[in-house]
């Protein structure tokens, strides 16, 4: 009852939360020990789930144009402390040799809506919507004028989660969890439409991935820092989510990822590392930035879950697309909260760079030079 209470509190006023270890929480990794951790995404998981208690949901899109253009939408609704929902959408916009075709929107939504099948979201000048079939989405968004977004998704290889629900859950209950962190992957997905940037219409037909996630509890009691990796090339997609918990967890680090080859699920894999070689720091946060990073998956296959699979990844970040003040661009309720909290200073690092994975399949070798977006996130 005390840690229930601690936590309850914490929840709602945003306070640092007690020292609980690593028995509060209870990782998807751990929950999948020594099995297959491939599921297919069932028609519920393309649901909003809209919590009633503290949470953020996003819908993500990651896109690499064949023009070159490295693009981001999403799609936020939020809800903290059960006191107010609000909705927002953000674009990025970025070309390494054309400074004029990138922009960055971030808007808050009126009048958000999601339909009575929980599978599509309106708002204001803002449509994202699932197909009949659920293998494709389709977003309309004006509500910038700088970037104006007209796109189709279509899932071009199976989806997946971790597991049978794809959680990690928190609580020193794990039968009355009081937080949870959830993912759900559309690992390949074919792109086409415009996105009008200042006036200049683009077309960013290309591929990319989708990521539906719920953060169950406050951002910052779940995750001190993440690291994110959407890798495409002609033939694999690679995409890798870990975050590590605060002290109050442990610092317990949560690594998931997948594999898709010739538009197939190689693997789904939780035997994954995401390590800064080099680093170099930012003198104006005070974080350490990555200039090298070493990535690797191993897990087995997907379908037979007999096969090893291996995939080893290392790049030189040269090209950063942006250094973002998280602050700065949430909903205006989950800045309130966050803003008073002594040493939480967010900031996101995002790279687009060229690349090349090594991926094994059993006894086959193959590499494939590709584009990789990543990004590191700093909280706490």
């Not at 020990?33 to 208690?53: A, V």
């Not at 020193?172 to 993912?183: F, L, N, V």
């Not at 690291?227 to 590590?244: D, K, L, Q, R, Y």
């Amino acid at each position: 009852m005390k840690h229930w209470l601690q936590s309850s509190v914490a929840s709602v006023t945003g306070t640092a939360e007690p020292v609980y270890g690593k028995a509060a929480i209870h990782s998807v990794i751990d929950r999948v020990s020594n099995q297959n951790p491939y599921t297919e995404l069932s028609s519920k998981d393309l649901e909003w789930e809209l919590p009633s208690s503290s949470h953020v949901e996003t819908q993500t899109f990651y896109l690499i144009a064949d023009s070159g253009h490295i693009c981001f939408v999403q799609v936020i609704q939020s809800n903290i402390g059960s006191w107010s929902s609000t909705a927002q959408f953000v674009c990025r916009v970025f070309h390494p040799n054309h400074p004029e075709h990138s922009a960055w929107s971030s808007t808050n939504l009126e009048q958000a809506h999601i339909s009575d099948d929980k599978k599509s979201f309106t708002a204001d000048r803002i449509s994202l919507v699932l197909s009949s079939d659920e293998k494709k989405y389709t977003l309309g968004a004006s509500v910038s004028r700088s970037t104006i977004v007209d796109i189709v998704f279509e899932r071009d290889a199976p989806s997946f989660k971790i597991g049978k629900d794809g959680t990690t859950l928190f609580g020193t209950d794990i039968e009355k969890p009081w937080g949870s962190m959830k993912h759900f992957f559309w690992p390949r997905v074919k792109v086409s439409g415009t996105i009008i940037v200042n006036g200049i219409a683009i077309d960013i037909g290309g591929i990319g991935m989708y990521i539906h996630a719920i953060q169950g509890m406050k951002p910052h009691h779940l995750a001190s820092s993440w690291n994110f990796v959407s890798f495409h090339g002609p033939t694999i997609s690679a995409v890798m989510m870990e975050f590590t918990t605060p002290p109050s967890y442990g610092s317990t680090a949560v690594n998931i990822g997948g594999i898709v080859r010739n538009n197939d699920i190689v693997a789904c894999t939780v035997n994954n590392v995401a390590k800064h070689v080099e680093t170099v720091r930012d003198d104006e946060t005070g974080w350490k930035e990555p200039t090298t990073v070493e990535l690797s998956w191993r897990g087995v296959d997907a379908r037979s879950g007999t096969i090893g699979v291996e995939a080893h990844m290392n790049a030189n970040l040269k090209t950063k697309i942006a250094r973002l003040d998280i602050l700065a661009e949430i909903p205006p309720i989950l800045k309130n909260i966050v803003h008073g909290l002594s040493g939480t200073k967010p900031f996101i690092y995002k790279f687009a760079n060229t690349a090349k994975i090594s991926l094994k399949i059993g006894q086959e070798v193959m590499e494939e030079e590709g584009v990789l977006y990543n990004e590191a996130t700093f909280i706490s």
